[in-house]
């Protein structure tokens, strides 16, 4: 009787230990997607966001205590609006340059965080983000 148990829980044990990395494995595929396959599509089929610096490229080397630029691009198609739209950057190591941001579908920005007004179908806003990048003493490893 005890042989079966054993055997039964070294199974269960090999079958948990199995789907624990069959699912390991979707998540590291998904964080490694590459930023340069990154398209404009959201969960709504009438809302177009992207994100990308200058020249299209969503990966780029900035020199401390330069200004950078990060482009934003909205578009509502079709039918409906975007209504107190939200762009925020998380464990970033850069700030927005809230005072030099200016477009009229913005509402407001701060460092890390900027509203929009109501953007309606047809319409198409690219928004130019003016970054300043940080220098601190640590660096977190997840922004290498």
């Known amino acids: 009787m005890k042989l079966k148990q054993k ?14 990395i069959a699912t390991l494995t979707d998540a590291v595929i998904a964080v490694g997607v590459s930023l340069a396959n990154q398209n404009g599509q959201t969960n709504h089929a ?12 969503h990966s780029k080397t ?6 950078a630029k990060l482009y934003l691009k ?8 975007l209504k107190n739209g939200v762009v925020q ?23 890390n ?14 928004v130019e983000v003016p970054l300043t990048m940080l220098t601190e003493e640590k660096v977190d490893r997840d922004l290498l």
């Open 46 to 57: 009438n809302v177009e966001f992207n994100s990308y610096f200058e020249g299209e490229e």
């Open 89 to 111: 950057f998380f464990n970033s190591n850069f700030e927005v340059n809230s005072n030099s941001l200016k477009h009229d579908k913005v509402q407001s920005g701060s460092n």
């Open 74 to 81: 909205l578009k509502v198609s079709n039918t409906g609006y």
């Open 7 to 20: 055997l039964m829980a070294a199974i269960l044990t090999v079958m948990m230990l199995a789907s624990y």
């Open 113 to 126: 965080k900027i509203n929009f007004k109501q953007i309606n179908n047809g319409e198409d806003i690219i």
């Open 62 to 67: 900035f020199d401390i205590g330069k200004e």
